[in-house]
């Protein structure tokens, strides 16, 4: 699997988190939080598959989305562990580790492999 298929979806799931919790607390940190995240890691979603598009990988992306979900994991983990509230803190804190240990093995195995061209 691509790291963009997963990282698109993510980022979009962080930005309608933010919008929510400011829509429902009003929650500035949430919504800057959220969609400044969730931005990122759509940017690097994006310059990912681009660079998918032309057989190569972009280090560059994989390295700001292994960051940006290691730093989401740490942030929200230690959240999770001052308030104990599964939501948002919990949630965010499992799916970013899901989502670092992902980047991870993207890392150790070489980024993204392509299919053979059909000749």
Do not use: W
């Not at 988190?17 to 929650?27: C, D």
């Not at 740490?74 to 919990?90: D, F, H, L, N, W």
């Amino acid at each position: 699997m691509h790291d963009f298929c997963f990282t698109i979806p993510y980022g979009l799931v962080l930005i309608l988190g933010g919008i929510i919790g400011y829509a429902t607390k009003g929650s500035l940190a949430s919504l800057g939080g959220g969609t400044g995240a969730g931005l990122l890691l759509i940017l690097a979603g994006y310059l990912s598959l681009n660079a998918f598009k032309k057989r190569k990988n972009s280090y560059f992306a994989l390295i700001l989305e292994t960051v940006t979900a290691t730093g989401l994991t740490y942030v929200m983990g230690q959240r999770y562990m001052e308030t104990s509230k599964i939501m948002p803190a919990g949630i965010i804190a499992m799916i970013s580790a899901f989502m670092t240990a992902f980047y991870a093995y993207k890392v150790a195995s070489g980024g993204n492999h392509f299919p053979s061209k059909a000749e």
